[in-house]
């Protein structure tokens, strides 16, 4: 008896109610056992034919080189691999492994698609003794199935050598082949196959299908429509393949273009096809034409069980932003597959409906019990950080590893940003060092945590050790010129990096970039245009700033807000309000917006002009003002000296609105107007919201500093301390050459330190003969005046600027940048510093810009 109708391994026993024709049972013939199992084979009969397969051994019916390839067929089907195995122990026994090629065949077919093992595959290739068209097809095909792109490459050479005649078959596993390998080598080989498909007049269908696909898997979509259109026999699958290829190389509306032709030319859009055009809809946010496609689909009750198109269609509606519809589509989907929770996921997450999202993760996992892979802990990881509501955000880690998951990219990326985004920037970094392979999407990751972080300096090192990093692209294009191997930044990597250079005021590592992107085409991206608007205009290029936003051929809120912004920090409130009556006629202005607005008509003192606008906001607009738009309201109030305004303000503020903002904004103009009754109030309320904000007890301790009230100060000081609350020390920037350099308050440890420190007593008795007396109630010590002035002298500002006067060219303007205010005597001295060495001076401090030159401020002192 054959050893498989009794081992407790087989799939499929025989079935009682099953019962042998009478025929066979009769005749007992051979012939009849053999026809049988194949018929059922045919007709995909499968468990019959395993069936029909166990009786015909059992009655003594030895199987043939026709019985094996029919059962093993059967066994394939039906994913069999333990009885394919015994199986093939038979064949093996019985000798067809090295007599019959088609037997070999099959064993092949069978291991390429039930098996685990590619070694299995070679063992049986290696044992056919006379292998034919159908032996190296099989052999070709079951190594692109493990992704053994060379080696399935490495056999078609072979399969030429020993001089068997490529079919159609074979060119389709090639091509496939071609298109999974990098960029160069993939295009060179893949021509070859077309260029073999052409000299042999091969035009079949599936064929041409099959090097669009790879054409288009290789960026070269050009070439695909080329494939397509010098075709005249185009299929369904032709079609699907050609839209589907606009689609994944971001050309939407050529997608859109093609799927119109399909239905004309009379053909009926499948599931494929829909899942391959509603992408389109999607990022082009065409929801008219998404909606039309959806109406289809409902007229075409076979679409509405596709799983596929329920996921396209959540996709399309959350990217088009709603979110309601997209869920709607979800609840009624009948095929609800783990891709389908994946679109909704990502589609909740994407607009900022994080609660929403972790409570259908959860759902996922406890009510249906399905196994998330890694786009669910992708999609997911980034709403856990988001949502207040789920507090223990770095448990989601341990999760991951649970899962299995701790080593895909994928999810590490995800991992990655969760740690940047809680101000864990070490074990961002430990994970990114870590990595096994690090794709475009690790290193974006890396660069945007250190500048989330306010790690700027990191993120430009890193810029630089990215394009040197030795990736698999080919030869690329770096910021300074050179050509090397490395990861071609992309338009996210510039939007990243960016505001790294804004934030040191690193304009010639901006322009770099900028020139970078000029030449790689990205300066029209949207993205890419806000980010350089807003890096000119926060270094302090205000002209190159609007030059950039002139010229961008789209302009989304953000680049309006960007410019408007950009106005506002340098003084310019008239041009920025200008500016904003032309976006409202191109573009609906958001609650951004008028946060730009506001801070416009503060720094400029339009208080009148922006009360008119914090009324205008709601009636004309229809956006509710937020704590934050109320806080801009107080501190254009509280600049102006409109403190019981202010105060008014802040009292009409609607209950369950966050208040931290406004009091704060209050408590900033009683530092500068010196009000100790109102800072007190100010303080106090915000140290019950808000006990570990350091800038709290700072800005009361300088209130009562200035006041000379140094008991209380000091008092303030020691609370402070008691509660391990740290004070952000200054610190300023500026950049010289390749590099940033950077200033803390007294700071020694500049390898300049003593030269700077001698040439700033040299310029300070320049700027007493000037005239210059020293505002000593900026320095917040009880010390003798002597001291105070030269802690003056070590603030970090004037450190950067002695050092810019010393290191750069007579005439060049100075840009430093600085993370808090500037103070009332630096911003004095560099006014006389100004005149005195004659140059612009450009300083940008936590609020805006103060162009300083000739003795004078942009500013006009009001700040």
Sequence with gaps: MPPWTSSPSVSLPLPPPFSVPSSLQTHNSIVLWIDSLRSQARANSFQEAIATFIQMQASGVVPDNFAFPAVLKATTALQDLDLGKQIHASVVKLGYDSHSVTVSNTLLHMYARCGDDVRQVFKVFDRIPQRDQVSWNSMINALCKFQEWELALEAFRLMGLERIEPSSFTLVS???????????????????????????????????????????????????????????????????????????NDRFNEALEYFSFMVDEGLKPDGVTISSVLPACSHLELIDAGKEIHAYVFRNGDLLRNSYVASALVDMYCNCKQVVSGRRVFDTAVDRRLALWNAMLTGYTQNGFYTEAVLLFMNLMTVLGLLPNPTTMASVLPACVHCKAFADKEAMHGYVLKLGLGKDRYVQNALMDLYSRIGKIDNTKYMFHDMESKDMVSWNTMITGCVVCGYHEDALVLLHEMQIAGGKGAEEDRFDGKIEVSFKPNSVTLMTVLPGCAALAALTKGKEIHNYAIRNGLESDVAVGSALVDMYAKCGCLYMARRVFDRMPIRNVITWNVIIMAYGMHGEGEEALTLFENMVAEVKP???????????????????????????????????????????????????????????????????????????????????????????????KLLELEPNVASHYVLLSNIYSSAGLWEKANKVRKNMKETGVRKEPGCSWIESGEKVHKFLAGDTSHPQSEQLYGYLNDLFGRMKREGYVADTSCVLHNVDEQEKENLLCGHSERLAIAFGLLNTPPGTPIRVAKNLRVCNDCHSATKFISRIVDREIVVRDVRRFHHFKDGACTCRDYW
């Design 590 to 684: 958001n609650g951004v917006t008028f946060i730009s607005v506001f801070a416009a008509c503060s720094h400029s003192g339009m208080v009148d002009k922006g009360r008119e606008l914090f009324h205008r906001m709601k009636n004309e607009h229809g956006l509710e003002p937020n704590g934050d738009h109320y806080a801009c309201v107080v501190d254009l109030l509280g600049r102006a000296g409109r403190l019981d305004e202010a105060c008014e303000i802040i009292d009409s503020m609607p209950s369950g609105l966050d208040k931290v903002g406004a009091w704060s904004s209050l408590l900033g103009a009683c530092r500068v107007h010196q009000n100790v009754q109102l800072g007190e109030i100010s303080a106090m």
């Design 174 to 248: 090639v091509a496939l082949a071609c298109s999974n390998l990098n960029r160069h080598d993939g295009l060179r080989l893949g021509r070859q196959v077309h260029g073999y498909s052409l000299r042999v007049d091969d035009m079949k269908t599936f064929t041409n299908n099959s090097l669009m696909a790879m054409y288009a898997k290789l960026g070269r979509i050009e070439d695909a429509k080329v494939v397509f259109e010098s075709f005249g026999n185009n299929d369904m699958v032709s079609w699907n393949t050609v839209i589907s290829a606009f689609s994944q």
